[in-house]
């Protein structure tokens, strides 16, 4: 299954030396302070909806370049729902208990079982269905620092970014280096970039985001073609 493309949307702390001697309109002296604000933002928030856009960039010599898009919507306690317009029809979709990831051109559904009591060689449970437990998460695997002395910095959108610039703490494969793009007013996370060793690069972008919106839960229940050929627990090995 083409999974990998999937599981980068979900999506999610050892400081760096703050370093004071950057100007800039707001009173932050440390990346920490940013960090501190993007986690109580995800932990207020309940629900929100938006706009996404993956773009993924593969290989050195011949580069491939593979594009996502669609609209996502998350609700507490860790319902999402991401339906992609392009592959049209793709879908991911959870209802705290339960991953589907489908796939429209092969007809293959992916049903992930996220109440598995399997956990990793630190001892932690594999899956950790909560918005904040994932951003605690990213934040605790990699050291973190402004990347540049000028922050906030001004987007092309005209909209002001804080930068992040996060390096993974023990090379353990996946994404070994990530750059954080921070809404400087509310603090969401607009932009992700990550990068792995092979030089592979990953680019996650959210638009038009609405929070809090009322969300019925049905939409976070999927229910299966009778021709659709299922793939159970395909996020986890039989030696996790």
């Known amino acids: ?76 306690p860790g319902m999402i729902r991401y339906q992609f317009s392009q592959p049209a029809g793709d879908l991911i979709v959870s209802n705290g208990k339960t991953l589907w990831i489908y796939i429209k051109r092969k007809d293959v559904v992916g049903k992930q079982d996220l109440t598995l009591k399997k956990k990793k060689k630190s001892g932690k449970p594999i899956f950790q269905v909560s918005s904040s437990a994932g951003l605690n998460r990213l934040f605790r695997k990699y050291h973190y620092k402004f990347n540049s002395t000028k922050q906030p910095q001004k987007g092309k959108d005209g909209k002001s970014y804080f930068v992040l610039a996060l390096e993974q703490r023990e090379k353990i494969g996946g994404f070994e280096h990530m750059t954080l793009y921070v809404d400087a007013k509310t603090y969401l996370i607009h932009k992700t970039i990550a990068k792995d060793s092979l030089g592979n690069k990953t680019t996650l972008e959210f638009s038009n985001m609405r ?30």
């Not at 939409?219 to 659709?228: E, L, N, R």
């Open 1 to 76: 299954m083409r999974t990998k493309s999937f599981v980068v949307v979900v999506g999610v702390a050892m400081f760096f030396p703050a370093n004071p001697a950057f100007s800039q309109d707001h009173n932050w002296n440390s990346p920490s302070e940013v960090v501190k604000k993007i986690r109580k933002k995800f932990v207020n928030l309940k629900a929100y909806t938006a706009n996404f856009h993956i773009t993924t960039t593969t290989g050195i010599r011949r580069k491939s370049t593979k594009n996502l898009k669609g609209k996502c919507t998350y609700k507490k």
């Open 211 to 240: 929070l809090n919106p009322d969300i019925e839960d049905g939409i976070f229940k999927y229910q299966i073609s009778g021709s659709s050929k299922i793939v159970n627990n395909p996020l986890v090995s039989d030696n996790q």
